[in-house]
């Protein structure tokens, strides 16, 4: 008799049934998983509440392979996916890199649902208080009617900057009217019109100068971009792209100090844009904001600005909004 044999035949059905049973806690676990991480899955709009201001800010939450993952725009650049994200006991934590941040530590952010449509919770800010910061659901903004179009608005007279205010004080960098254009000063305040709309056509005539760098933020949150310096940077960073969303399907030749053209027309966040007369984005869903939009509430009409804060000057001239007929 070999007692060998009989040890390994009474070892197998064990090793069988402990392997089966792992397997079943495993795939319970992550259908615990799953179900734990449903409640907060999708877009969200936030607002960081810092001690003196607000700061907009968006995050995507996904379940893919098994984990829950976390895509932020904060409160500057474009839509980064985060390192870490979780879910446990109905409490959703996920960290922003202090590279990201430029503060001394992670922003570890927590929250939860209160309300099934709301996220309310805590984050460490890197000025060293504890911020809080909430959370709506991110409306879909689906349009099913064709719009119908209103009387064209001329946002910009040609000769002053009546209609428009910078977001901030700054005498020594400062908007300009030059020739019947607005100039950015670079490295200065935003220009913001003092006009809010829903759904429109824009048309806007710029001229870039070389290594410089702007935008055109529609309804104040989704910056289409107009630049000479970003080769070096991704697609939907160039001229044309929304960015860090959207990349043009075309890329034009960069044309530094000369005058082009966009037509763009939003109807939700669905945007398309003419560049001098090609269509480089055709009927795109915007996910989210951009950083350094004026505000995260997507579902309300907002203005137009224009980007100063960044390098060189960029020049515009006939403005013109169409607005949709509600």
């Known amino acids: 008799m070999n007692l060998r044999k009989i040890s390994l035949g009474t070892e197998i059905p064990v090793l069988v049934l402990l392997l089966v049973s792992f397997s079943q806690n495993i795939q319970a676990q992550n259908s615990s998983s799953d179900a734990a991480a449903k409640p907060f899955l999708g877009r969200w709009d936030l607002t960081l509440k810092a001690p003196d201001r607000e700061y907009p800010s968006w995050l995507e939450v996904k379940f893919e392979d098994d984990q829950v993952k976390a895509e932020m725009v904060g409160r500057w650049g474009n839509a980064r996916p985060l390192p870490r994200a979780e879910i446990r006991e109905g409490t959703l934590t996920f960290a922003s890199p202090k590279e990201e941040e430029a503060a001394k530590e992670d922003m570890v952010f927590e929250g939860k649902i209160e309300d099934n449509n709301h996220l309310i919770g805590t ?160 009927k795109q869903e915007i996910p989210g904001i951009t950083g350094g939009a004026l505000n995260s509430r997507e579902a309300l009409p907002g203005s137009i600005y224009l980007q100063g804060s960044e390098d060189g000057h960029v020049a515009f001239r006939n403005i013109v909004l169409t607005p949709a007929k509600k």
């Open 123 to 282: 984050v460490n800010g890197p000025d060293g208080t504890q911020w809080t910061w909430t959370g709506e659901r991110a409306p879909s903004l689906a349009r099913t009617d064709a719009p119908r179009w209103g009387k064209p608005v001329q946002l910009f007279d040609g000769k002053t900057l009546n209609g428009w205010r910078p977001d901030r004080e700054n005498p020594g960098a400062a908007w300009k009217v030059e020739d019947g254009t607005l100039v950015s000063p670079g490295h200065g305040p935003e220009l913001i019109n003092d006009l809010k709309f829903g759904d429109f056509k824009l048309h806007v005539e710029f001229n870039c100068g070389k290594g410089a760098n702007s935008g055109i933020y529609l309804r104040g949150r989704y910056e289409v971009q107009v630049e000479d310096n970003s080769i070096q940077e991704p697609p939907s960073h160039h001229t044309g792209g929304v960015y860090g969303f959207i990349a043009p399907s075309k890329e034009l030749p960069r044309r530094p100090t000369e005058w082009q053209t966009f037509d763009i027309v939003l109807l939700g966040r669905r945007v398309t844009i003419v560049q001098n007369g090609q269509t480089i984005i055709d």
